[in-house]
C-alpha cells in the first residue's frame, strides 16, 4: 500500500539493548531490514562482518566521507560510526522498512535529512539498571562505564526529539511495543500510495484526481 518503506531511527543510551531489539523486530517482521553501519572499531565476540557492522580501518573510512557514502556519520567513544546511503535509500525506494541503530549524535544528523523517518527512543528501565548492563558486558573500565552513564542521562532528557519511547525493561515486551510502532506507521495515511487505490479498484481515477486538485 505504500509508495515507500518507513525509516525507523533507533536510539538510545549504550547497553540499553537496541541491537538485540532491532534483530528481534527482523525476525518478526518479514518486510523490515537492518542497516548495517561501517566501524572503525574492533568486532566484539560474536560479531559478524557484514551482519552487526561493516568493519574499515581509518583510512577507508575517511575514504567513504569524502565519497559522500554517508547519510550520517559520528564519532562515538573515540570510534567512528557511519550509515550507508546507497543501501539504505535503495531498500526504501523497493518498500522496504529499514531500522537504522544510531546513537544520538547521528539521530540528530538524520532528523535534518529525514522528515519522513520515525524516531524511537529506547530507555533503561533506570540508570541503575543500565549501570548493571555495562558492567555485565565486561567491555569497559569502571571510569568508562560512569562516563557512559553520564552522556546516558543527558539523552534521556532530550527524549522529546523523538516520536516514540520504549522503556527497554523486559525484551518480549518492548519488542512488542517497537513492532506495534512500526505496523502502525506502515498504514499512515500520508504513506498510502494513491496509485494503489486505484489499482485494487477502490477509488475511480477521476475522484483521485479530484483529490489531488
Keep these: 500500500m505504500s509508495a515507500d518503506g518507513v525509516l525507523i531511527v533507533v536510539s538510545g543510551p549504550s547497553g540499553v539493548g537496541k541491537t538485540t531489539l532491532c534483530k528481534n523486530i527482523v525476525a518478526r517482521l518479514p518486510d523490515t531490514m537492518f542497516s ?3 566501524t572503525t572499531r574492533k568486532p566484539r565476540p560474536g560479531e559478524r562482518e557484514g551482519v552487526e557492522y561493516c568493519f574499515v580501518d581509518e583510512a577507508r573510512f575517511q575514504y567513504l566521507i569524502r565519497e559522500e557514502a554517508f547519510v550520517e556519520w559520528a564519532e562515538v567513544y573515540g570510534h567512528k560510526y557511519g550509515t550507508p546511503k546507497q543501501a539504505l535509500v535503495e531498500a526504501l525506494h523497493k518498500g522496504i522498512n529499514v531500522l537504522l541503530e544510531i546513537d544520538a549524535q547521528g539521530a540528530r544528523q538524520i532528523m535534518e535529512r529525514f522528515a519522513g523517518a520515525v524516531y524511537v527512543f529506547v530507555a533503561p528501565p533506570s540508570l541503575e539498571a543500565l549501570r548493571n548492563r555495562l558492567c555485565r558486558r565486561a567491555l ?5 562505564i560512569e562516563r557512559r552513564l553520564h552522556e546516558a542521562n543527558d539523552e534521556i532528557a532530550n527524549f522529546k526529539s523523538y516520536h516514540y ?4 525493561d523486559e525484551l518480549l515486551q518492548a519488542t512488542k511495543e517497537l513492532e506495534s ?3 502502525a506507521e506502515q498504514v499512515k495515511t500520508n504513506r498510502l500510495d494513491p496509485e494503489w487505490l486505484v489499482e485494487n479498484g477502490l477509488v475511480e481515477p477521476v475522484m483521485m484526481k479530484k483529490n489531488v486538485t
Excluded: A, C, K, M
Design 140 to 144: 569497559d573500565s569502571g571510569e568508562e
Design 181 to 183: 510502532i512500526i505496523l
Design 165 to 168: 519511547f520504549v522503556r527497554n
Design 36 to 38: 548495517v553501519s561501517y
